[in-house]
């Protein structure tokens, strides 16, 4: 039977409290340095001091996952490596909702100009509406904003040119504490040190349909790990995971699976040690699936009820999510900590996918929210 145990304060300090070897993964979404929303906690990305202590809680060869936000990866990852992790992969999650918040540079020299704007050119794009000729085609509506014409040389020249991308995938550091002895050794000594990768494939029903969104490894159809996979197993689950939005599945391009059998003595097949021996993958039958690239990869659907009534945490992230990394990294029966709770998405997944979980969280608003969500 799994156990929930939540505890309110620092993260530095609780984690002091905690026995050596005594969680087997984290799965955390700590600050990323970013100040979002002005937000205190946010100040910074945690220090290799707080790291060092996950590190000494985890059993040799746990796994840390750690979101990110893209300008300050490095930061998170170098400190994580930095308190002894060896890093291992980075898992990119797509998503579509991102609104990129970029600077108008025809707009801020205009303004620094003192030049107003007068002729309309169009409406917002960001309201339904569109550039529609030179203004005499519609009727100004106070309700849609309207674009505006440059007003001096300097603003016509830079029009159209921005200060940043629209924000579409935040990063996933996945490191592992280092191992006691080989993978076989430690994983039979402490039940850690590898990842689920059966139980986090893709079912094969998926891989038929035209807009799939769930899938595995690569375009080819062939797992990077090798190995003879069926559709009925599912694809070899990859670093890269999208939401499944509209937005994010047009990016795809329609792509075939694998279309003959194998023999397994292919030289494609073929990856050599590091002896320089070479092993083929076992034999495979034609998969023979069509329909968009974005069935290789695991989706995470979030529903609108997920992040649960009065929850004002601003980065929740989607409990399937959660499920699917939580499972990645952790054995049956094992303890999953997050030492930056927030409103409790770990420990929701992962009490759903039946492990323990220890949370920490200092803040006593969010710290309620996460009983309620975990508990509820």
Request: contains cysteine; charged residues 20%.
């Amino acid at each position: 039977m799994s156990n929930v145990i939540l505890k309110f304060g620092d993260c530095l300090q609780v984690l002091r409290s905690m026995s050596d070897c005594s969680v087997d993964s984290i799965v955390t979404d700590p600050p990323y340095g970013l100040s979002f929303m002005g937000k205190k906690w946010d100040y910074d990305v945690p220090s290799v001091e707080v790291w060092a202590e996950c590190l000494r809680v985890l059993k040799p060869g746990g796994h840390l996952l750690a979101f990110a936000g893209t300008r300050t990866q490095h930061r998170m990852a170098v400190r994580i490596e930095d308190a002894g992790f060896e890093i291992r992969d980075m898992i990119a999650w797509v998503y579509g909702s991102g609104f990129p918040k970029s600077l108008d540079v025809s707009k801020a020299i205009d303004k620094a100009a003192g030049a107003e704007r007068t002729e309309v050119v169009g409406k917002s794009r960001r309201h339904g509406g569109g550039v529609v000729g030179n203004g005499s085609s519609y009727e100004v509506s106070p309700e849609v904003p309207m674009l505006y014409a440059p007003a001096t040389d300097s603003a016509r020249q830079w029009q159209g040119w921005g200060t940043a991308l629209k924000p579409a995938l935040e990063p996933i550091t996945v490191a592992r504490k280092p191992l006691v002895g080989t993978v076989a050794e430690n994983v039979l000594a402490h039940g850690t040190g590898a990842l689920n990768i059966d139980g986090c494939r893709v079912p094969g029903a998926y891989e038929t349909r035209d807009r799939a969104t769930d899938g595995g490894s690569s375009m080819f159809g062939l797992g990077a790990g090798g190995g003879a996979f069926v559709p009925t197993e599912g694809r070899w689950p990859a670093n890269l995971i999208h939401d499944g939005s509209e937005e994010v599945l047009a990016g795809f391009p329609q792509a075939k699976g694998q279309q003959g059998a194998t023999t397994g003595t292919e030289p494609s097949s073929k990856t050599a040690n590091a002896f320089g021996e070479f092993s083929g993958r076992a034999p495979s039958e034609p998969r023979g699936d069509t329909g968009s690239a974005a069935r290789f990869f695991y989706c995470a659907k979030a529903s609108k009820s997920d992040r649960g009534d009065g929850n004002t945490h601003p980065t929740v992230k989607p409990t399937d999510l959660m499920r699917y990394l939580c499972r990645l990294v952790t054995p049956p029966g094992g303890t999953v900590l997050d030492p930056f709770m927030g409103s409790g998405s770990t420990g929701k997944a992962a009490r759903q996918e039946g492990f323990s979980f220890v949370g920490i969280e200092r803040d006593a608003n969010y710290f309620v929210l996460a009983n309620q969500r975990i508990f509820g």
